[in-house]
T-cell receptor, first 109, second 113 residues
Framework: QKEVEQDPGPLSVPEGAIVSLNCTYSNSAFQYFMWYRQYSRKGPELLMYTYSSGNKEDGRFTAQVDKSSKYISLFIRDSQPSDSATYLCAMRAGNQFYFGTGTSLTVIP | DARVTQTPRHKVTEMGQEVTMRCQPILGHNTVFWYRQTMMQGLELLAYFRNRAPLDDSGMPKDRFSAEMPDATLATLKIQPSEPRDSAVYFC???????????FGEGSRLTVL
């Protein structure tokens, strides 16, 4: 079993839809939880970063961490065509970062 | 606007040739990571440095790959000899110890023929 599981998609939604992206994990030692956005032929860009359970909001993006269920989510409200990218979840324990394989999202105008 | 800088952005080479990729981490960061990204495997950790000291290179094929950090502004990843299976995008990332913030460069896309 992988440390971090992420549905690869692809996910296709109409513009304006609410998008929900999810990851599950198995390691209770994970302390930091991140979401990265990666456009085609670009490097991953840090989108959201949380340390504990709960919600964190930044504009149209909300990151949610449920440590008891070992489940994290990223919600995108009022999705835009510019949100079309691959979204990777990531977690840190000690010196190591563990990445999901990414979910490909397309927002259709 | 601080960013991680990687060179070259693209490299096409023939099997058996030496390849060197370079990375300038963000000034002030004390950790540097090298990752390889492929469609099949996603992001794989190759090497990790903290305060320029190599702490983890367990993901790196030791016989052909080497990673160094000669000073705080330069990290290198070398492949010698290169093989077609090394074709991938190689990312450098930097950050601080004990945070979740890791900043990636734009990557070096390597093609080995």
């Amino acid at each position: 079993q992988k440390e971090v599981e992420q549905d690869p998609g692809p996910l296709s939604v109409p513009e304006g839809a609410i998008v929900s992206l999810n990851c599950t994990y198995s390691n209770s030692a994970f302390q930091y939880f991140m979401w990265y956005r990666q456009y085609s032929r670009k490097g991953p860009e840090l989108l959201m970063y949380t340390y504990s359970s709960g919600n964190k909001e930044d504009g149209r993006f909300t990151a949610q961490v449920d440590k008891s269920s070992k489940y994290i989510s990223l919600f995108i409200r009022d999705s835009q065509p510019s949100d079309s990218a691959t979204y990777l979840c990531a977690m840190r324990a000690g010196n190591q970062f563990y990445f999901g394989t990414g979910t490909s999202l397309t927002v259709i105008p | 606007d601080a960013r991680v800088t990687q060179t070259p952005r693209h490299k096409v080479t023939e099997m058996g040739q030496e390849v060197t990729m370079r990375c300038q981490p963000i000034l002030g960061h004390n950790t540097v990571f090298w990752y390889r990204q492929t469609m099949m495997q996603g992001l794989e950790l190759l090497a990790y440095f903290r305060n320029r000291a190599p702490l983890d290179d367990s993901g790196m094929p030791k016989d052909r790959f080497s990673a160094e950090m000669p000073d705080a502004t330069l990290a290198t990843l070398k492949i010698q000899p290169s093989e077609p299976r090394d074709s991938a995008v190689y990312f450098c990332a930097s950050g601080w110890t004990n945070t979740g913030e890791l900043f990636f460069g734009e990557g070096s896309r390597l093609t080995v023929l």
